[in-house]
């Protein structure tokens, strides 16, 4: 199975200030068809998971551009251009290249400092 | 609107079962797969299983497999989660969410809440 390792676990952020959440898999996310299936999610506090990016770059609709997903291979990054309260909570890496398990990170924790 | 729903949870014993539903609507539910993905208490999210959009092809994690079954009644626009021989490791909300390889897990339910306790 495809370990997937974030990093840091737990991230104190000011407000207006940029973040990035790093996201390590254990074998390269790069699919046969030439896609690499890694995506990311939020989960607010008391919320479902939120599905914010996909296939590495693609914004969801609906989600401010602040966030953005890069990387390829093995390594990918989460960033926030500048948090805002609504940020808070709990954001998950996710591989679905080589399922099954599709298999999710540790979680990272956005919290205010 | 896509809107999953499910419902099901609630305290069970060890070693008994329970069935979750999942009702969809807002969108041709025969044309996607889904998903059950669960989150113990304070934890992270864990993958528990997968359905093709016809109920031709399941896929189950370890930690489920030979216990859970996952099904579907297209006709209901409903998904299913069979839990059998039920573990106080089971404990935790169980999520629906939409999609097949490629684009999945773009819509999630609110999760239904299973204890299993003594």
């Known amino acids: 199975d495809v370990v997937m390792t974030q990093s840091p676990l737990s991230l104190p952020v000011t407000f207006g200030q940029p973040v990035s959440i790093s996201c390590r898999s254990s074998?390269?996310?790069?699919?046969?068809?030439?896609?690499?299936?890694l995506t990311w999610f939020q989960q607010r506090p008391g919320q479902s998971p939120r599905r914010l990016i996909y296939?590495?770059?693609n914004r969801d609709s609906g989600v401010p551009d602040r966030f953005s997903g890069s990387g390829s291979g093995t390594d990918f990054t989460l960033k926030i251009s500048r948090v805002e309260a609504e940020d808070v909570g709990v954001y998950y890496c996710?591989?679905?290249?080589?399922?099954?398990?599709?298999?999710f990170g540790q979680g990272t924790k956005l919290e205010i400092k | 609107q896509v809107h999953l729903v499910e419902s099901g949870g609630g305290v069970v014993q060890p070693g008994t079962s329970l069935k979750l539903s999942c009702a969809a609507s807002?969108?041709?539910?025969?044309?996607?797969?889904m998903h059950w993905v669960r989150q113990s208490p304070g934890k992270g999210l864990e993958w528990v299983a997968v359905?093709?959009?016809?109920?031709?092809?399941?896929n189950y994690g370890d930690s489920v497999k030979g216990r859970f079954t996952i099904s579907r009644d297209n006709s209901k626009n409903t998904l299913y989660l069979q839990m059998n021989s039920l573990r106080v490791d089971d404990t935790a909300v169980y999520y629906c969410?939409?999609?097949?390889?490629?684009?999945?897990?773009?819509?999630w339910g609110q999760g239904t809440l299973v204890t299993v306790s003594s």
């Open positions: 359905i093709r959009h016809d109920g031709s092809n399941e």
């Open positions: 074998q390269s996310l790069v699919h046969s068809d030439g896609n690499t299936y």
């Open positions: 996710m591989q679905s290249t080589h399922w099954p398990p599709w298999t």
């Open positions: 296939k590495v770059s």
């Open positions: 969410a939409r999609g097949w390889f490629g684009d999945e897990f773009d819509y």
């Open positions: 807002g969108f041709i539910f025969s044309r996607y797969g």
